[in-house]
């Protein structure tokens, strides 16, 4: 079985964890409609290095990894105050 190290109590099992999306800053609060359009239906979607946003269902903890999606490969967990401007809501 897939395993996601969290980073509050180690390596658990993939179905822990809810995927929330690649970390993308969002728009200004004066942003028009093509500009928010963009950003909740335009995905770069690319393979590569990404930065992810991970929940762990039983935490209840938000976290980052940064993960090569060619390789399915997490490469390490990012600060989340790196990311501070993109912390999503449940």
């Known amino acids: 079985m897939k395993r996601i190290d969290c980073p509050e109590i180690g390596p658990r099992p993939i179905d822990e964890f ?3 999306g690649e970390v993308r800053r969002p728009p ?3 942003a028009d409609t093509a500009a928010l359009a963009d950003y ?3 995905r ?3 393979p590569g290095v990404l930065r992810e ?3 762990h269902d039983p935490s209840g903890r938000w976290f ?3 993960r090569d999606t060619r390789t399915d490969t997490v490469l ?3 600060p989340i105050t790196e ?3 993109a912390v999503p809501t449940r």
């Open 28 to 30: 200004q609060a004066d």
């Open 40 to 42: 909740v239906f335009n």
């Open 83 to 85: 990311v501070a401007h």
């Open 53 to 55: 946003w991970w929940h």
């Open 18 to 20: 809810t995927y929330g």
């Open 76 to 78: 390490r967990s990012i």
């Open 44 to 46: 770069a979607g690319a």
């Open 64 to 66: 980052v990894l940064e």
